[in-house]
């Protein structure tokens, strides 16, 4: 777990490198083209006055896998590189699973799964296309995911808070197979109570001024994710101002997890067995070892 602060010579490390934002990000798009980097925009909504007049946009909606696929084509063509990939796009709580809804017949219907296929299926979407156009650039990049304070805690938005571990748990797997094997970082990002549309006025004014944070805090930490070629498979939590490491150093949960899969002197429980296991029996190929030990497909 480490705390840290963000200089405006960090951020500018971003110049000149193209960033695929979905879900607008207005105030991470802002901080990336204020520090030289260029963007393409992908949402449901159109780009609000100025940006509207001058940045890329592809209409996106991203739990489609054409329109996310063709998004990223637009932004390759328009820039010929992808250097990072911003997956953004999220809405708040659907369900609880506690609803007692039925159907003509009486029957328990389904839940409503809006905030799932949003939240995930378009995340997991928008980190395949990203691996794909980012692999193919000389130089590298990386991808940070909108994970949330939501992401460990007992937050009681049932769907919401569901999506918001899985994609931690993405952010956490793809680790290993990503950096260094392949010129990919991957990190996610967790604000705490950020002024944004998905908070309502209501919801701001119940949270009390000053206990929320401007969306230029957590712009920061994205651009920070991207712009330094040192991060990765950080968790970066910003509250009120102030940014956080959860996932590496002492009393990170890294730190403190890593030793549950990966029993040291114990080949016969070590993750990297478990996962030639694993693949071995859904006949998805071998696993060697990766260049620092890590579990690697091959
Ligand atoms: N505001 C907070 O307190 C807070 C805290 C933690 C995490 N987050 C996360 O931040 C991310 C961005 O949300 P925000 O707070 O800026 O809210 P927001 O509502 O202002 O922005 C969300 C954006 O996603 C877009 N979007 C929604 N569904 C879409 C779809 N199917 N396809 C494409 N675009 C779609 C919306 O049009 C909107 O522009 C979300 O993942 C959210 O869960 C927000």
């Known amino acids: ?56 946009f592809s209409k996106v909606d991203v739990t489609d896998w054409r329109e996310q696929l063709e998004l990223f084509k637009a932004a390759e063509k328009k820039y010929g590189k992808i250097d990072h990939v911003f997956a953004n796009a999220g809405i708040a709580p659907t369900i609880s699973l506690l609803e007692e809804d039925v159907d003509s017949s009486g029957d328990l219907l389904p ?61 956490r797997s793809l680790t290993g197979h990503l950096y260094p094997q392949l010129p990919i970082r991957i990190n996610a990002i967790a604000p705490s109570w950020t002024e944004t549309g998905i908070l309502s006025p209501a919801i701001l004014a119940a949270i009390g001024e000053g206990n929320y944070q401007s969306a230029d805090v957590p712009a920061q930490s994205v651009t920070v994710l991207m712009a330094d070629k040192k991060r990765h498979g950080e968790l970066v939590y910003s509250e009120r101002g102030h940014f956080k490491d959860l996932e590496n150093g002492e009393k990170g949960y890294h730190h403190l997890t890593a030793n549950m899969l990966a029993v040291e002197n114990e080949e016969s ?12 029996m859904r006949g998805a190929g071998e696993v060697g070892d990766g260049a620092d030990g890590k579990p690697e497909v091959v």
């Open 111 to 171: 839940p409503n799964l809006k905030t799932i296929n949003v939240n995930l299926l378009g995340c997991l979407y928008t980190v395949k296309l990203g691996i794909h156009h980012i692999r193919r650039n000389p130089s590298g990049g990386s991808i940070v995911i909108t994970a949330s304070g939501s992401s460990f805690t007992r937050f009681p938005a049932t769907d919401y808070t569901t999506t918001k571990h899985a994609v931690l748990g993405l952010m």
């Open 1 to 56: 777990m480490t705390s840290f602060t963000i200089s405006d010579n960090d951020l500018d490390q971003i110049k000149d490198q193209v960033a695929v934002i979905t879900g607008i990000g207005l105030a991470t798009l802002r901080r990336i083209i204020k520090h030289g980097g260029k963007v393409y925009a992908g949402d449901l909504n159109p780009l609000p006055e100025p940006e509207a007049g001058s940045v890329p």
């Open 269 to 280: 429980l070590s993750e990297l067995k478990v996962m030639r296991n694993l693949l071995k």
